[in-house]
C-alpha cells in the first residue's frame, strides 16, 4: 500500500543550477547531515514530477522550492519538487 510518495524526505531551498537530469539545490538553513549544497539526480522517471521548466521558471526569481527525495548511499534522488508557501522572501 506504500507507493513511496508520502515517505518521501524533503529539503526546502533555491534551486541554484537546473539541468534536464541533475539539479543543484542551495538549503534555505543547514540541516543536519545534509550539505548546504546538494546535488541531485533527476531519473528519467521523475521528470514530470520534478518539472525542471517549472524550476527554470522560479530559478530566475530565487523562489524556495521543497525538494522531495531519496538517497542511495551518498547520492541524491530527486522525486518531486513543489512551490513552498510563503517561501518567496
Known sequence: SDD???ELAYLDG???VS???SLVLRL???VEGHPEQINMTIPPESAADVD???LDYHQVQGDVFRIYFE???EEY???RAEDVPGGEH
Open 4 to 6: 513511496g510518495s508520502s
Open 14 to 16: 533555491v534551486v541554484v
Open 19 to 21: 539541468k534536464e537530469d
Open 28 to 30: 534555505r538553513e543547514p
Open 52 to 54: 525542471i521548466e517549472h
Open 71 to 73: 538517497r542511495d548511499g
Open 77 to 79: 534522488i530527486a522525486r
